[in-house]
């Protein structure tokens, strides 16, 4: 039983049966100091009904998705409040401010631009509900509708229910008995270590082993099940417990659900994505989508760009396809790569088939200049690379207007799609399936493959505007449920959420409560 003096609730969501437990974690009266600071006063005349337990249910569990993402204070604090009060009137006057607060959350979160949502970069929201939008809650019209307007509260995810159900799994995971500690591992199979019982204990409590034992061999049966979770992470499924596969191990339910969270808020995208063919590109999956409404007709492995320069978050359109591109190299690309490169081999830009020109265009003999000197003066040049196999772009370029001069584009060393961990590039794009992609965006523009053929053997270099544009998105997907119904997981490529998956230590005590109990 639990001590006394914990307040808590249970609250039965619809979906699933799970049951969200929390309790106090401090004096009522901190909590509501926190809460008061975060939100304008209450008019002390007003009592505000209890709604039906079904709706304070789908109220929390949508509070709950916020306060698990750490997306802004007053959720948190405003999920405190809750949880720690039994008093009705207390509670009616949270679920209505929890009910304002969400409806002015979602409005103001499909306002914002596409970077700040993928990044959660909100903390400048405010919520502030009128006296207007107060007494329209308390009428008798809304609290009969009060239901269905919870329910559009939801966020516009096609697969909503799906994840809901699993982040609520990792919950009831969370609030069993601790997680297994994980040791620095580096196992192949058919080898042994004392290690190994913690990580088949994990195994088990991810449903991927019916049992485990103190066995310390690493036999047969275990190959499969630390395959199929390396999947699950984005690892290569290579059977060997290094040192990513055992960092993953470690991560606990609770950890997960604050990724989950946070990857749930980043795909509530409204109806921007909906009903119209459009490339979405995961940065941290290193995986490419066309889409066609939830129709996906092409996929394909990326490269994407390296800590250091990382490709940016965009909102943008292919506007053209070019075939036999040649690359004008970046003067950062030039400054930090190239440079350093000719030092040690003068020879390097002849090998690579790269061209030098002066600031007004015109093709400088390399004999004709200092290379010592004109290293020493910054390389006041520009670089331009041949078009053909050699290309650092390959065969295909997809061009999209941005500020920061990002593409798509092939390569001419595919040999870099097979890692796993593919955050390697200088900021543009990379794909696998360009010539796949190529031809699924011209097809509308009257280019069949012959024809695309035709230009490639010729090495010109030919620009070849869509018809209609296609909208090209890059986001930052931690987590999802995939086709088959499995839980995916990738990595904080760009530490993004860097300080957030503990989300709010409050927040996940209030839920872990009872299994310290």
């Not at 006394?4 to 969200?20: E, N």
Request: aromatic residues 8%.
């Amino acid at each position: 039983m639990l001590d006394k003096k914990v307040m808590w609730i249970k609250m039965v969501l619809l979906l699933g049966g799970t049951l969200v437990a929390g309790g106090a974690l401090g004096a009522e009266t901190q909590v509501d100091s926190k809460l008061q600071q975060a939100t304008p006063s209450i008019p002390s005349e007003l009592v505000y009904p209890l709604p039906a337990e079904q709706v304070r249910a789908e109220l929390a569990q949508q509070l709950l998705e916020l306060a698990l993402a750490n997306v802004h204070p007053y959720f948190n604090e405003l999920w405190l409040a809750l949880m720690s009060t039994q008093d009705a009137e207390k509670q009616g006057r949270l679920f209505a401010d929890t009910f304002l607060a969400l409806k002015q959350f979602r409005q103001q979160w499909h306002q914002l631009n596409w970077d700040a949502r993928e990044r959660i970069a909100i903390r400048k929201l405010r919520f502030s509900p009128s006296d207007i939008e107060r007494q329209a809650y308390l009428s008798a019209e809304q609290q009969q509708r009060l239901a269905s307007d919870v329910l559009a509260l939801r966020p516009q995810t096609a697969e909503y229910l799906q994840i809901r159900k699993s982040l609520n799994q990792l919950l009831d995971m969370a609030r069993q008995e601790p997680w297994p500690v994980i040791p620095d591992l580096r196992l192949h199979p058919g080898e042994s270590d004392e290690g190994l019982p913690a990580v088949k204990q994990v195994l088990v409590r991810l449903k991927l082993l019916d049992h485990a034992d103190d066995n310390t061999l690493y036999d047969e049966t275990l190959l499969e099940p630390i395959k199929k979770f390396q999947r699950m992470h984005g690892l290569l499924d290579d059977g060997v417990i290094g040192r990513k596969t055992a960092a993953w191990l470690r991560v606990t339910p609770d950890q997960k659900a604050v990724i989950l969270a946070r990857a749930l808020l980043r795909q509530d995208v409204g109806d921007q994505l909906k009903d119209r063919r459009y490339v979405l590109v995961n940065l941290p999956e290193y995986q490419l989508r066309v889409l066609d409404g939830e129709q996906e007709l092409m996929t394909s492995r990326v490269i994407v760009g390296q800590l250091k320069r990382q490709t940016p978050i965009l909102a943008s359109q292919i506007a053209s396809v070019v075939l036999n591109p040649a690359w004008h190299v970046p003067s950062t690309i030039l400054r930090k790569d190239i440079v350093p490169k000719l030092t040690h081999d003068p020879e390097y830009l002849t090998k690579e088939r790269i061209d030098i020109y002066d600031y007004e265009g015109t093709k400088i003999d390399p004999a004709s200049i200092s290379l010592d000197e004109a290293i020493s003066a910054g390389f006041p040049y520009h670089l331009r690379q041949q078009p053909g196999d050699h290309n650092a772009l390959g065969r295909y370029k997809f061009y999209l207007p941005n500020d920061e001069s990002i593409y798509l584009h092939s390569t001419s060393n595919p040999r870099l799609f097979n890692k796993d961990l593919r955050a390697i590039s200088s900021g543009c794009v990379r794909v696998e399936q360009a010539a796949d992609l190529a031809q699924l965006l011209l097809k509308d523009s009257n280019w069949n493959k012959d024809k695309v053929d035709a230009v490639l053997q010729s090495k010109a270099t030919k620009w070849v505007p869509l018809r209609t544009p296609v909208p090209v998105y890059t986001v930052y997907w931690r987590s999802w449920v995939d086709a088959q119904g499995t839980l995916q997981f990738r990595d904080d490529i760009y530490g993004f959420d860097s300080g957030k998956e503990q989300g709010s230590s409050q927040v996940m005590q209030s839920l872990l409560l009872h299994r310290k109990a």
